[in-house]
């Protein structure tokens, strides 16, 4: 399919930073589809190969796919700084942000309010926090996604951890099994698969809601294009 590719700028509401995203879609989008947002891990930006990866699957399937560089990473990193510690709340905070963006000024190619957040590791972070909390997000995927950040090697002031802590946001709700999918790999090394039990136990989710693979690593290697069926599979909800 023939895939374009168009550069945004979202501007913050509160300050002046502007976030550098890109939206993908082919000539055969629908004029109004849903909106898939991903949400890169830690250091990564929308140009990175496992964003971009995803970005041109789920536009070849019909979405529109908008990724974003956060604060101190990719574009943004290189406009204003890349003191990514002094920022994390921020960072997590404006998802809000990019979805008011895509409803005032993408109104007009989005399918009835219908808005994905498809996101990894600190991504995944972003999504089941403030994510979770913003029901303008009507369908959440996350792939080895922290439960608490009181577990990473960098410790964070404890002001800073209840902003970006899962936990601290989530809640067991009737929906959930409709809303959220989550993803993880027993061998992951960097998020301790232990996590994916926690998001489990909280939620409530049904087995057919968490998917576990026995190797694949933080990276999912070998699995991304399983991934994305089930994706494509679980998206049905919307």
């Known amino acids: 399919m023939d895939l374009k590719v168009k550069n945004i700028n979202i501007p913050g509401k509160s300050d002046n930073v502007s976030l550098r995203g890109s939206i993908y879609y082919t000539l055969n989008t629908k004029h109004e589809a849903p909106f898939v947002v991903i949400l890169p891990g ?6 990175s ?3 971009k990866y995803y970005a041109k699957k789920f536009a070849n399937a019909g979405y529109y796919t908008l990724s974003y560089d956060y604060r101190a990473h990719g574009e943004t990193k290189t406009r204003y700084g890349s003191k990514w510690n002094k920022i994390l709340p921020l960072i997590f905070s404006d998802i809000h942000v990019v979805l008011e ?3 005032e000024f993408q109104s007009s190619k989005l399918l009835t309010d219908k808005i994905v957040l498809f996101s990894r590791s600190l991504g995944g972070g972003i999504a089941l926090s403030h994510g979770f909390i913003d029901e303008r997000a009507k369908i959440l995927i996350a792939l080895s996604p922290r ?3 009181h577990t990473t090697n960098v410790k964070f002031q404890e002001e800073v951890v209840k902003k ?7 809640r067991r709700d009737s929906m959930n099994n409709e809303r959220i ?7 992951d090394d960097r998020i301790p698969f232990q ?3 926690q998001f489990k136990d909280h939620l409530g989710l049904i087995d057919e809601n968490v998917i576990i693979f026995e190797s694949g ?3 999912f290697k070998g699995h991304r294009e399983e991934i994305f069926k089930y994706s494509l599979e679980f998206l049905k909800k919307l």
């Open 164 to 170: 970006i802590s899962p936990h601290y946001f989530l």
């Open 49 to 51: 190969g496992f964003v």
């Open 101 to 103: 963006w895509i409803l």
């Open 42 to 47: 830690f250091l990564e930006h929308r140009t």
């Open 217 to 219: 690593g933080h990276s």
């Open 147 to 149: 439960y608490d950040y």
């Open 195 to 197: 996590n994916l039990n």
């Open 181 to 187: 999918l989550i993803a993880h790999c027993r061998d």
